[in-house]
């Protein structure tokens, strides 16, 4: 499978256009504005408003199956610093994870798809915002995506430094982890400094109660569950003389199974609670379960990788690789329909920034390849259903 040279110079305009105009969680206006143009002029119908500001084009061809291929949108709250031509002109908001790659990839494939006459049934390209954690994808799905939009499959991909350019990587069952946060206050009693006696000391609690934290994956889970807990904020106190009598800890919670996710936020109460109550204080845990696991279903990916191996000169290596304890929200698409999410490798000659930095780029080299496998994923099913 391949893209016309037409379409791969679009891909690279539409790239750097929406890098230089990023939006923040569904405040994808001027994007969705892009993609619908795109969509319409290449035949697909529009509908727009899903979730928001989400966008999802319809290809039909008959009769036959129904495909969902799947982009997300939104940047991120960072400065840029990469002091390109193409760079934000938006402060303080920037493609840090490569969403701008991923939207044009997916136009690329769609307008490629366009032209395949031959194709029976039915493709859906959705375009989701808010994938940063602020959960488009279950938006979308609670605004009737699927009932809508019926698929028999859906397929989600995410560029990856760290894996060569090229290199396709997935694995059958939980690729991505869950994402849950918590915040815990810790109450003692505020007393002057030099007084310690007097009061119940907040932060020789909240010091504790982190320390302890960590002993749940290391002591209280067997060690093949995996997960992660992690301390991101501690607030307590404004003066130096003075002992408050309120911290303030958050954090993180990622895990691969629901199980092993209840288990920690039950450790994680259990823990708090008793700390606080051996230093005479109290502690008050409010815990918000967010995205589930992204869980590929087993018969899946060895499509996924098959697709991936008919995209053309692309010397690197496809495969089955070990889940990333990050989350992603389209963990909501695949709880409610059957398909599979993979890594695509951007690394080049030189090793790029990683996802999140100030001065990430998307590699457009891999527009091509990300298209290219869009159109041989949805051609395969489509055709393999009609032979």
């Known amino acids: 499978m391949s893209i016309d040279a037409d379409i791969l110079g679009r891909m690279?305009?539409?790239?750097?256009?929406?890098?230089?105009?990023?939006?923040?969680?569904?405040?994808?206006?001027?994007?969705?504005?892009?993609?619908?143009?795109?969509?319409?002029?290449?035949?697909?119908?529009?509908?727009?408003?899903?979730?928001?500001?989400?966008?999802?084009?319809?290809?039909?061809?008959?009769?036959?199956?129904?495909?969902g291929l799947r982009a997300d949108m939104d940047?991120?709250?960072?400065?840029?610093?990469?002091?390109?031509?193409?760079?934000?002109?938006?402060?303080?908001?920037?493609?840090?994870?490569?969403?701008d790659g991923h939207v044009a990839m997916l136009l690329g494939a769609a307008s490629q798809l366009a032209r395949a006459e031959t194709l029976r049934g039915?493709?859906?390209?959705i375009f989701q915002p808010a994938e940063?954690?602020?959960?488009?994808?279950?938006?979308?799905?609670?605004?009737?995506?699927?009932?809508?939009f019926p698929c028999d499959t859906v397929w989600g991909l995410h560029n990856w430094p760290g894996l060569p350019l090229g290199a396709f990587a997935t694995c059958p069952g939980p690729i991505m982890a869950s994402l849950d946060t918590f915040e815990i206050r810790v109450?003692?009693?505020?007393?002057?400094?030099?007084?310690?006696?007097?009061?119940?000391?907040?932060?020789?609690?909240?010091?504790?109660?982190?320390?302890?934290?960590?002993?749940?994956?290391?002591?209280?889970?067997?060690?093949?569950?995996p997960a992660v807990v992690s301390i991101t904020q501690i607030h307590g106190g404004d003066a130096w003389n003075v002992i408050p009598d309120l911290a303030t800890i958050r954090g993180t919670v990622r895990c691969l199974s629901e199980s092993v996710r209840g288990t920690v936020a039950a450790l994680i109460t259990e823990i708090a609670t008793g700390i606080a109550r051996t230093h005479g204080g109290g502690a008050e845990i409010?815990?918000?379960?967010?995205?589930?696991?992204?869980?590929?279903?087993?018969?899946?990916?060895?499509?996924?990788?098959?697709?991936?191996?008919?995209?053309?000169?692309?010397?690197?290596?496809?495969?089955?690789?070990?889940?990333s304890m990050a989350s992603e929200d389209?963990?909501?698409?695949?709880q409610a329909c059957r398909g599979a999410y993979v890594w695509l490798g951007t690394d080049g000659a030189e090793p790029g920034r990683p996802l999140h930095n100030p001065g990430y780029d998307f590699n457009d080299d891999a527009l091509p390849i990300g298209a290219a496998y869009w159109v041989a994923l949805a051609t395969s099913i489509l055709e393999a259903k009609r032979a």
């Open 12 to 67: 690279v305009a539409w790239r750097q256009d929406l890098h230089a105009h990023p939006e923040l969680a569904f405040a994808e206006v001027r994007t969705g504005d892009l993609v619908a143009r795109e969509l319409a002029e290449c035949g697909f119908e529009v509908h727009r408003g899903l979730g928001r500001t989400g966008v999802v084009g319809t290809l039909r061809r008959g009769e036959g199956p129904a495909v």
């Open 187 to 225: 109450r003692g009693s505020g007393t002057h400094a030099a007084m310690p006696e007097r009061g119940i000391d907040t932060l020789v609690i909240a010091s504790e109660t982190v320390l302890a934290l960590q002993t749940i994956v290391s002591r209280r889970l067997a060690p093949l569950d």
């Open 330 to 334: 389209f963990a909501y698409m695949l």
């Open 75 to 99: 940047a991120l709250p960072i400065q840029e610093a990469t002091g390109l031509p193409h760079a934000s002109r938006t402060p303080g908001v920037m493609h840090a994870c490569g969403h």
């Open 132 to 148: 940063e954690c602020e959960g488009g994808g279950r938006a979308m799905v609670e605004d009737g995506l699927f009932r809508l």
């Open 122 to 125: 039915t493709i859906h390209v």
């Open 286 to 323: 409010d815990y918000h379960t967010g995205y589930p696991a992204t869980v590929n279903a087993p018969d899946a990916v060895p499509l996924a990788l098959a697709a991936a191996a008919r995209v053309p000169t692309i010397p690197a290596r496809h495969g089955t690789v070990a889940p």
